[in-house]
């Protein structure tokens, strides 16, 4: 089975990348052509799932290529998508010409990749439900197998590669979820694959963990500055080879549903705009070690421009301003202890550190010690006296790649503001949330991960609106509002579905996530009484909940919300102030 292929056909090169990179966030893979010609060419060489055309293009326009492209017995059944910025109204005339859709420009992503979906099959699904799909790349056979059975055992889906060439034809073909990449193959090493992958746009954001037998820092800062997101030594450690996995795979999720969230509306933005977040200040970092042992660092660090503040003690640590502020923490773990792992978990829960690099020098770098740490929180773990070369490295990465996941939030939240949000509430409005969920099923079953649907009620708010008013009614829903959003994270969507009913969606989340959040929400509603210090009366508010998971529950908006709304009429019936799953 292989990913669906797009055939686009259009002159304008950025109108290509436009078409290219919606189409890649939608998981498909592209081909591409300047003109009609040379796309009927591609057409039989490569043989598409779909065919999107110009209607204006230079010698034989996209018209008349639509008739040719439906006259040959070889092409006639390919979908053919009609796109045009004219002014003039060519929607007929493309149909009489045989095209099977027609969208204009500036074009909508969601109802264009909706259109793409209505013609051709999702991209085809390699695993089980909630898996990820691991491209291992050695040049020793033993070794290839030896970690593909340790990933299948844990669940991964895996496919195989014995040199870089493969390596690259397998990545823009099957576009895995990551690349565990040797860095000794015999054609193409893996610093030279790392690069092309990199400067690759079909390929460009699957992370790249490297895999050597060398433990040289310099080699370790070459592939990261190559674009590898890690860099391990063999023997792999099973433990912390899993641990690191699951890390990069939560951020690439996460990256995914920002990008995704940012283009689920009408509007879609432009590489650079919708909330530039450089400063242009240097990047701070903030330097924490029990023993003032960082002088060196802290000079290096500054004397590449950076911004750089020192904690010594813990206490000071936790109190310092520039917390907040900081842009990457490096965490010195010597003579800390248990409470370096301690300090790592509480950054990481904190509001304002939670999305912050966090390097920790560990001493003991031991495998044992470096998972510990990972699963901590800690985003890198380097062992002291670090190199310069590769913690400058490392450094910048972390940055770059905080920087790019700011500036999707500040896309993401422009989307919001811009037309997708119920005016009382601050919430998605209701048409927003069913064009995401029609989207994140879709996403669900090409990409085999579990999507939740929670739809709650308030209880009794009629008799509450008929003893307040709406006024007192319309303050409940807005801090009810504030609530379920101090419950979930960044990438689940909360929306007012209608009156005083609520929703969430919860992407890459099962049953058993979904009624632990759930749970907190209904918690939480019900902890403390609302209106407090208002004009009206304080008032103890709760919900009943139903929890719903696509495609176990339905595959279709329409059947999830059914089933979901059938399970919170279940919760009222059972007495109110509860939640009702599909297993309950």
């Given at each position: 089975?292989?990913?669906?292929?797009?055939?686009?056909?259009?002159?304008?090169?950025?109108?290509?990348?436009?078409?290219?990179?919606?189409?890649?966030?939608?998981?498909?893979?592209?081909?591409?052509?300047?003109?009609?010609?040379?796309?009927?060419?591609?057409?039989?060489?490569?043989?598409?799932?779909?065919?999107?055309?110009?209607?204006?293009?230079?010698?034989?326009?996209?018209?008349?290529?639509?008739?040719?492209?439906?006259?040959?017995?070889?092409?006639?059944?390919?979908?053919?998508?009609?796109?045009?910025?004219?002014?003039?109204?060519?929607?007929?005339?493309?149909?009489?010409?045989?095209?099977?859709?027609?969208?204009?420009?500036?074009?909508?992503?969601?109802?264009?990749?909706?259109?793409?979906?209505?013609?051709?099959?999702?991209?085809?699904?390699?695993?089980?439900?909630?898996?990820?799909?691991?491209?291992?790349?050695?040049?020793?056979?033993?070794?290839?197998?030896?970690?593909?059975?340790?990933?299948?055992?844990?669940?991964?889906?895996?496919?195989?590669?014995?040199?870089?060439?493969?390596?690259?034809?397998?990545?823009?073909?099957?576009?895995?979820?990551?690349?565990?990449?040797?860095?000794?193959?015999?054609?193409?090493?893996?610093?030279?694959?790392?690069?092309?992958?990199?400067?690759?746009?079909?390929?460009?954001?699957?992370?790249?963990?490297?895999?050597?037998?060398?433990?040289?820092?310099?080699?370790?800062?070459?592939?990261?500055?190559?674009?590898?997101?890690?860099?391990?030594?063999?023997?792999?450690?099973?433990?912390?080879?899993?641990?690191?996995?699951?890390?990069?795979?939560?951020?690439?999720?996460?990256?995914?549903?920002?990008?995704?969230?940012?283009?689920?509306?009408?509007?879609?933005?432009?590489?650079?705009?919708?909330?530039?977040?450089?400063?242009?200040?240097?990047?701070?970092?903030?330097?924490?070690?029990?023993?003032?042992?960082?002088?060196?660092?802290?000079?290096?660090?500054?004397?590449?421009?950076?911004?750089?503040?020192?904690?010594?003690?813990?206490?000071?640590?936790?109190?310092?301003?520039?917390?907040?502020?900081?842009?990457?923490?490096?965490?010195?773990?010597?003579?800390?202890?248990?409470?370096?792992?301690?300090?790592?978990?509480?950054?990481?829960?904190?509001?304002?550190?939670?999305?912050?690099?966090?390097?920790?020098?560990?001493?003991?770098?031991?495998?044992?010690?470096?998972?510990?740490?990972?699963?901590?929180?800690?985003?890198?773990?380097?062992?002291?006296?670090?190199?310069?070369?590769?913690?400058?490295?490392?450094?910048?990465?972390?940055?770059?790649?905080?920087?790019?996941?700011?500036?999707?939030?500040?896309?993401?939240?422009?989307?919001?503001?811009?037309?997708?949000?119920?005016?009382?509430?601050?919430?998605?409005?209701?048409?927003?949330?069913?064009?995401?969920?029609?989207?994140?099923?879709?996403?669900?079953l090409r990409q085999n991960h579990p999507t939740s649907l929670v739809i709650m009620d308030i209880d009794d708010f009629k008799s509450m609106n008929d003893t307040l008013g709406h006024l007192g009614g319309d303050q409940i829903l807005g801090e009810l509002?504030?609530?379920?959003?101090?419950?979930?994270?960044?990438?689940?969507?909360?929306?007012?579905?209608?009156?005083?009913?609520?929703?969430?969606?919860?992407?890459?989340?099962?049953?058993?996530?979904?009624?632990?959040?759930?749970?907190?929400?209904?918690?939480?509603?019900?902890?403390?009484?609302?209106?407090?210090?208002?004009?009206?009366?304080?008032?103890?508010?709760?919900?009943?909940?139903?929890?719903?998971?696509?495609?176990?529950?339905?595959?279709?908006?329409?059947?999830?919300?059914?089933?979901?709304?059938?399970?919170?009429?279940?919760?009222?019936?059972?007495?109110?102030?509860?939640?009702?799953?599909?297993?309950?």
């Amino acid at each position: 089975m292989r990913n669906r292929t797009v055939l686009v056909i259009e002159h304008d090169p950025l109108n290509t990348n436009l078409l290219r990179a919606l189409l890649t966030l939608g998981g498909y893979l592209t081909v591409e052509a300047g003109k009609a010609e040379d796309g009927m060419r591609l057409a039989r060489e490569r043989a598409p799932d779909c065919v999107i055309i110009d209607v204006r293009l230079p010698e034989m326009d996209g018209l008349r290529a639509i008739q040719v492209f439906k006259e040959d017995p070889g092409l006639r059944t390919l979908p053919v998508i009609a796109v045009t910025a004219d002014t003039t109204d060519l929607r007929q005339e493309a149909i009489q010409a045989g095209c099977d859709a027609y969208i204009t420009r500036p074009i909508a992503s969601s109802s264009f990749l909706e259109t793409i979906g209505r013609l051709v099959a999702p991209p085809a699904a390699h695993a089980p439900a909630g898996t990820a799909r691991v491209l291992v790349a050695d040049d020793e056979p033993m070794v290839v197998k030896a970690l593909a059975l340790g990933l299948r055992n844990k669940g991964y889906d895996v496919i195989e590669a014995l040199n870089g060439e493969e390596t690259i034809r397998m990545a823009v073909e099957e576009y895995p979820d990551l690349v565990l990449l040797d860095v000794r193959m015999p054609d193409l090493d893996g610093y030279e694959v790392t690069r092309r992958l990199k400067g690759d746009v079909r390929t460009l954001h699957i992370p790249i963990v490297l895999v050597t037998g060398l433990s040289d820092a310099h080699e370790k800062a070459i592939g990261l500055e190559a674009g590898a997101d890690e860099f391990l030594s063999k023997p792999v450690d099973q433990a912390e080879l899993l641990v690191r996995i699951s890390s990069i795979l939560k951020l690439k999720q996460y990256r995914e549903q920002l990008g995704f969230r940012s283009m689920s509306g009408e509007k879609t933005f432009p590489e650079g705009e919708a909330g530039s977040v450089d400063s242009g200040e240097a990047p701070r970092i903030l330097l924490s070690s029990a023993n003032g042992g960082l002088d060196d660092l802290r000079d290096l660090l500054a004397s590449k421009g950076y911004d750089v503040w020192a904690a010594r003690h813990e206490e000071d640590f936790a109190r310092t301003e520039g917390l907040a502020g900081a842009d990457l923490i490096i965490l010195d773990a010597e003579g800390r202890g248990a409470d370096a792992l301690e300090i790592c978990r509480r950054l990481k829960q904190r509001e304002e550190t939670q999305f912050t690099p966090l390097v920790v020098l560990d001493p003991e770098n031991d495998p044992e010690s470096r998972v510990r740490f990972l699963s901590s929180g800690a985003d890198e773990i380097m062992m002291p006296p670090v190199d310069a070369r590769e913690i400058l490295a490392r450094v910048g990465r972390l940055l770059k790649q905080k920087g790019e996941l700011e500036s999707l939030r500040a896309r993401y939240r422009s989307a919001l503001s811009a037309s997708a949000n119920d005016t009382l509430t601050g919430l998605f409005n209701q048409g927003y949330f069913k064009r995401f969920l029609i989207l994140e099923l879709k996403r669900s079953l090409r990409q085999n991960h579990p999507t939740s649907l929670v739809i709650m009620d308030i209880d009794d708010f009629k008799s509450m609106n008929d003893t307040l008013g709406h006024l007192g009614g319309d303050q409940i829903l807005g801090e009810l509002a504030g609530r379920i959003r101090s419950c979930i994270r960044e990438i689940d969507l909360p929306a007012r579905y209608g009156g005083e009913e609520f929703v969430v969606v919860l992407p890459y989340t099962g049953r058993e996530g979904a009624a632990v959040a759930a749970e907190r929400i209904r918690a939480t509603i019900a902890a403390r009484e609302f209106l407090q210090g208002s004009s009206f009366p304080p008032v103890q508010v709760t919900v009943s909940i139903g929890v719903a998971v696509g495609p176990e529950n339905g595959s279709l908006p329409e059947e999830l919300i059914g089933a979901a709304d059938a399970l919170l009429y279940k919760a009222k019936r059972g007495g109110k102030n509860r939640i009702a799953t599909a297993a309950t």
